[in-house]
């Protein structure tokens, strides 16, 4: 049986406190705030299988926020999905809101700020998903980010009821067979992201790379820029990374290199700075060997980056 928390045994006036408490320990650090403070009660059925903690969670009415100073911890470093059992809520996270009734559910990233308000008494069945155990399998998780989805129906409705059953059976499966249902658990959540988002796997992997070419662009000027720091920035890893960017018909040094020739052409033109040295430029966008610049200059432009700038220069 799942282990259960409760306000019931608390003094009214400490409940509010207590709750706080007592889903932070269970869920990471939260800030709860009641509706009506003189009257609280709730309750917390918890069990962990495997990697993966499962809980479900009612209480009356009220708001919960994670805050931006919250997200700091590795060990909070997860996604939540929620199930709405009872009562009426909204999740908002990264400006999009999800409007949750009973038979919907929602998954979103506790390693960003957001906030949960209950509109009524409420009941979530939940679980939380290793931040880098998810975006191994799908790294583009975050597209379904705060997203209404059924669990009334095909895979929704047979992820439900896994979880339900698992909260109930968790402690009396054995450890090796944990491993086994907790890895069962992770492809019914990737089967019904894949059903009911709508989203193809093609589109979604077209985003992500967007998303990672916005980024090298902002940190072209960086030398040290690479898979590596791609895979840092977005919890993944350095194979997935490669991969995403083969899938488009590129690699990641591919890219970087090239971007950084069309700034270093960019400023090669630019009447004000026909003074600045040639390997100052190629420096400034990341470049740290000016024969390497040369040569991949020549490899796109067709000159060297010399002749490239005299022809600009002549026509001033």
């Known amino acids: 049986m799942p282990t259960r928390l409760t306000t019931d045994d608390v003094a009214l006036n400490d409940r509010s406190a207590y709750w706080n408490v007592l889903?932070?320990?269970v869920l990471g650090r939260l800030n709860t705030i009641p509706t009506r403070h003189h009257f609280f009660k709730g309750a917390i059925d918890y069990s962990q299988l495997s990697t993966i903690p499962i809980a479900q969670v009612?209480?009356?009415?009220l708001t919960v926020q994670r805050p931006e100073k919250y997200i700091d911890q590795p060990e909070e470093d997860f996604y939540k999905v929620n199930f709405?059992?009872?009562?009426?809520?909204?999740l908002t996270q990264n400006k999009r809101s999800a409007q949750l009734q009973p038979g919907n559910w929602v998954i979103y990233d506790n390693t960003r700020p957001y906030e949960l308000q209950f509109h009524t008494d409420y009941q979530q069945l939940l679980f939380l998903v290793p931040r880098?155990?998810?975006l191994n399998r799908l790294p583009t998780v975050d597209l379904f980010q705060a997203k209404t989805l059924s669990s009334q129906s095909g895979m929704g409705k047979i992820l439900f009821n896994f979880v339900l059953n698992a909260l109930q059976e968790s402690e009396s499966i054995s450890p090796h067979h944990q491993q086994q249902t907790a890895q069962t658990l992770l492809d019914l959540l990737l089967f019904g992201l894949d059903e009911l988002s709508g989203i193809s796997k093609q589109t979604a992997s077209v985003d992500r790379i967007a998303q990672m070419r916005q980024f090298i662009d902002v940190h072209l000027h960086e030398p040290t820029l690479s898979a590596s720091t791609l895979a840092e920035q977005f919890h993944l890893s350095k194979r997935m990374v490669q991969k995403l960017f083969a899938d488009n018909g590129s690699t990641v040094e591919q890219t970087i290199w090239q971007r950084?020739?069309?700034?270093?052409?960019r400023d090669l033109q630019n009447p004000l700075l026909f003074d600045m040295p040639i390997y100052a430029i190629?420096?400034?966008?990341?470049?740290r060997s000016n024969a390497h610049f040369t040569r991949k200059f020549k490899q796109v432009v067709g000159m060297t980056p010399t002749a490239f700038r005299k022809q600009f220069a002549l026509s001033q």
Not at 58 to 61: I, K, P, R, V, Y
């Open 260 to 265: 950084r020739i069309q700034m270093c052409q």
């Open 282 to 287: 190629s420096t400034a966008w990341g470049f």
């Open 84 to 90: 709405q059992l009872v009562g009426e809520a909204t």
């Open 23 to 25: 889903v932070s320990s």
């Open 58 to 61: 009612g209480s009356t009415q």
């Open 132 to 134: 880098a155990q998810m």
